[in-house]
């Protein structure tokens, strides 16, 4: 036999051990390192963070204290009494909840000096708590991003702030992880700070991927001080925990904070997950009205309820806006987060993380047995051990954290399976043909690996030819991009479309979505083939909107590279389309033809026409109008087309919350379409500049009032119907 068969042979055994320890490292590279971050993405970090909210909704509500009660501003309270609430009434409910034998009562209400505050208001308030024990207050630091808190000043100080809310905070240690505040946006005036018991941020951090609230900062840093957070501090007013005998150990990995026998170990940026009790209905709750109103009967036995409580007021309204998602909620008022970090505290049940060496000895042992019988046992069977072994992992992890709140990975090992078995599997199906290596190098370049390995499994998919398919289809392009390529040389040219090409192509793809060509500067994909997608129109706006904000990550790096500012235009379409491999036997490509495709074209140059960044068609908002947030913007004839079709600015996905103030503009500006469609030419240009109050030099509205200033002058024909032809494409 050859020497090289031989060592080659030798080598073939050892495959499956390569590619588990390959698997493992990248794992380990992805999940548990700053190397992704540094590069702009937090996707494996965000994927293990919803693997451990799954084990949280698996579990469902865990044991706890059972001495909180949620004092609701309620829609009730609200009707009755107005927003604001006067604030003597919160002294009066809050003194009520007090001799009624609460222990400790919270307002989660920022009660700052103000001059438009009734005077007579603050003194009943004041009055009203001097007659009342275990009172607290909240304060609304000002915490800036992650990368400019190392700039932040351990001095900087508003001496007003200072003044009222020093005597309450914690000499800070020299060395601690706890995020600091350059101010404080909300405190106590000082006469209701001087009659209450103490103080707590309320400062709650979304996720920047998800916008979920999963940890919050157990103390925040002001003026050299540290600031516990309500539930800390309630926690520590119960447990009877006196700040002097708090003490704080910096280590590499955080603050570890002891308070009695307490042991609190926080994040990097001194976070401490919360262990969510349930969802929020889970907590007894009364309205704040009714508590006025017992007391006004005279009903006694209503107030048994709050003896030994610990009440926390807050507001449910929805228009005052603090809701927040957490893993087991879309939306949950803010005071219940904080009622959640009170009892985990008081209760000692905190999220203990299994140690680190634990946890990647369990990888690395599964991992390579997973290795080995992917190489030497047949598909079936080792799909099989695969499934069971992912399946008894997700038993184990669940269990340890249900049980006894010790959290284990949970995405990081299914990935390292996955990824080990699949890999392996893949090695061993590229000697077995040429179709299947044709396949590969077909669509490994503009398809996600998931959708290869189906095509992999179907080659019909890939014949000469096309077929009939809805599809959506999505063209972008860079604006002004001829006046960037006049200010920087060839080379900075290739390297600048290089890295902008690189990102928003790994959002299409992330989206399952199917990157047909790039042409100079433009991309075009799209969605539903090769594979169906039901949601491909979703997916197709998903992507459009992230590829907006991950280029808006990415200007620093593209201005570095070529000292310019790089924007993106993006239109968006949906309908029936042919899509097939196209040319010959020699050559071929993967492409989607028919008449959507050239409006979504169109689309993608009708931003300039409008000052949008992303116009989606009438048959694309039609199928996800529930999903996202977009506004009309006009009924367009296209060049090439004879029938109109309505337009539409993609703002956002409806799952994600929207500012008042938005929602205001979208509804003055859609008055003024109304108007405008209606020749109410006056009516329309006043609802177009009102709009622009709250959104300024919005490039719609003020296309619009030019438009109809000019109408006003010279109106359209009678049997004008409302639509603009786009005469440019």
Same mark, same amino acid.
């Given at each position: 036999?050859?020497? @090289? ?79 604001? *609430? ?152 119960v447990l009877k925990i006196d700040p002097k005998d ?117 990888? %690395? ?144 793809l992330k989206h399952q979505g199917t990157v047909d ?5 433009? *991309?075009?994909?799209?969605?539903? %083939? ?10 197709a706006c998903v992507s459009a909107l992230e590829m ?126 109304? @108007? ?54």
């Amino acid at each position: 036999m050859n020497p @090289s068969t031989i060592v080659k042979a030798g080598l073939k055994k050892y495959y499956g051990f390569i590619f588990a320890v390959g698997t493992i490292l990248l794992a380990e590279l992805f999940f548990n390192t700053s190397f992704l971050p540094s590069l702009g993405t937090n996707l494996f970090q965000a994927i293990e963070q919803r693997g451990c909210d799954m084990l949280m909704r698996a579990r469902g509500v865990r044991p706890y204290g059972n001495d909180i009660i949620m004092v609701k501003i309620d829609d009730y309270t609200d009707k009755l009494l107005g927003w604001p *609430i006067p604030r003597d009434q919160y002294g009066a409910v809050m003194t009520l909840l007090s001799n009624s034998g609460a222990k400790a009562v919270a307002l989660d209400v920022p009660l700052p000096p103000k001059k438009d505050v009734d005077t007579m208001q603050n003194i009943l308030l004041v009055e009203y708590l001097k007659q009342a024990q275990g009172t607290f207050q909240v304060i609304g630091p000002y915490v800036p991003s992650s990368t400019e808190r190392q700039h932040v000043s351990r001095r900087d100080v508003d001496s007003a702030a200072h003044y009222i809310i020093g005597r309450f905070g914690i000499p800070a240690p020299y060395l601690n992880h706890f995020p600091r505040a350059p101010i404080i946006n909300d405190y106590p005036f000082l006469e209701l700070a001087e009659v209450s018991t103490g103080i707590g941020h309320v400062l709650l951090i979304p996720d920047t991927l998800d916008g979920i609230i999963r940890s919050t900062p157990l103390f925040v840093e002001y003026a050299e001080r540290l600031y516990p957070s309500l539930g800390m501090t309630l926690a520590m007013y119960v447990l009877k925990i006196d700040p002097k005998d708090i003490s704080f150990e910096d280590t590499d990995d955080g603050t570890i904070v002891r308070a009695g026998t307490m042991e609190i170990h926080t994040g990097l940026w001194g976070e401490v997950r919360i262990n969510y009790i349930g969802k929020g209905s889970q907590l007894p709750s009364v309205s704040l009205f009714d508590i006025l109103a017992a007391a006004k009967q005279g009903n006694e036995k209503f107030f048994d309820q709050f003896k030994n409580k610990v009440c926390i007021i807050g507001p449910t309204i929805r228009s005052v806006g603090d809701y927040y998602a957490n893993p087991l909620e879309e939306s949950s008022a803010g005071f219940f987060t904080h009622a959640n970090i009170y009892d985990m505290i008081a209760t000692n049940r905190f999220l203990i993380p299994a140690h680190a060496w634990i946890q990647f000895s369990i990888l %690395a042992l599964i991992t390579l047995a997973i290795g080995f019988v992917a190489h030497t046992w047949k598909m079936r069977a080792g799909v099989g051990i695969l499934l069971l072994v992912a399946v008894l992992y997700s038993i184990f992890a669940y269990s340890a954290f249900a049980f006894f709140n010790v959290l284990f990975h949970i995405a990081e090992p299914l990935f390292a399976f996955s990824l080990c078995f699949v890999s392996t599997i893949a090695f061993r199906a590229a000697t077995e043909g040429r179709q299947r290596k044709m396949i590969t190098d077909l669509f490994g370049r503009y398809v996600d690996s998931t959708i290869v390995d189906i095509l992999i499994n179907d080659p019909q998919l890939v014949k000469l030819g096309g077929e009939k398919r809805e599809i959506s289809i999505l063209f972008s392009d860079i604006k002004g991009f001829s006046t960037i390529s006049e200010k920087v040389d060839d080379e900075t040219l290739v390297k600048l479309l290089n890295v902008y090409m690189t990102d928003m192509t790994n959002v299409i793809l992330k989206h399952q979505g199917t990157v047909d060509k790039f042409i100079g500067d433009a *991309i075009m994909a799209f969605w539903g %083939a090769p594979l169906k997608d039901e949601n491909a129109t979703f997916h197709a706006c998903v992507s459009a909107l992230e590829m907006q904000y991950r280029l808006e990550r990415l200007q620093p790096k593209l201005y570095k590279i070529g000292n310019v500012e790089v924007r993106q235009r993006i239109g968006v379409n949906t309908g029936t389309c042919t899509v097939g491999n196209m040319g010959s036997e020699q050559r071929q490509s993967y492409t989607a033809i028919g008449d959507p495709v050239n409006l979504a074209s169109r689309l993608e140059g009708a931003n300039k026409q409008y000052g949008t960044c992303i116009l989606i068609s009438e048959t694309t908002y039609q199928q996800v109008a529930k999903r996202v947030v977009a506004r009309e913007v006009d009924r367009v004839q296209v060049v090439g087309k004879t029938e109109p079709t309505r337009i539409y600015e993609l703002i956002n996905l409806a799952d994600k919350p929207i500012t008042d103030k938005m929602k205001y503009f979208l509804e003055i500006y859609a008055e003024g379409l109304k @108007s405008y469609r209606e020749r109410r030419w006056d009516e329309g240009i006043a609802y177009m500049e009102h709009a622009t109050q709250k959104i300024p030099d919005d490039p719609v509205c003020l296309l619009y009032i030019e438009r109809m200033k000019l109408y006003q002058i010279s109106p359209p024909q009678s049997d004008w119907n409302g639509v603009f032809v786009l005469h440019s494409k």
